[in-house]
């Protein structure tokens, strides 16, 4: 990176595992759970994640914190490999839903981010009031 080589997101998690390795055998280590991904044009997309003892595995899906408890049960029952970006968008909006029922914390925005072969661009945020006025809405439809 310093000397302007490309890393493709396999290698730069390979290279950030590395670092975290051998900081974590000196007098300076550094304690860090993270999710690396991007997008590399010959092999795709990738996640990797990277926990605090500098292990690494490569994943389809993530989420880490409390908030990972309540919603890996939901990205194992909905993820499959042809996800369309409007699936994608409809499980992060199930898992902030069962997130702010489940959670003694009130999130009240989450922040959507793609990263895909077109570069790295936002979504609209989920919000509480958002997911209400969508669960009324579907309510309503269910009702009639």
């Known amino acids: 990176m310093r000397n302007g080589y490309e890393l493709s997101p396999k290698a730069a998690a390979h290279f950030t595992r590395r670092n975290l390795a051998d900081y974590l055998r000196s007098r300076t280590p550094y304690q860090v759970n993270m999710f690396l991904g991007g997008f590399d044009d010959k092999e795709g997309p990738h996640l990797h ?51 702010q029922k489940r959670l003694i914390i ?25 997911l209400e006025a969508a669960i009324e809405a579907a309510q309503g439809v269910h009702a009639r």
């Not at 895909?116 to 509480?128: A, C, H, V, Y």
Request: charged share 25%.
């Open 49 to 99: 994640f990277i926990d605090y003892l500098a292990n690494g595995k490569s994943l389809p899906f993530g989420a880490q914190g409390y908030g990972g408890f309540f919603s890996a049960s939901i990205l194992d029952r909905y993820y499959h490999n042809k996800l369309t970006e409007a699936e994608a968008y409809d499980i992060m909006k199930k898992c902030v839903a069962e997130i």
């Open 106 to 130: 009130n999130l009240k925005n989450f922040k959507v981010v793609v990263v895909d072969k077109n570069g790295i661009r936002d979504l609209e945020d989920i919000t509480s009031v958002k």
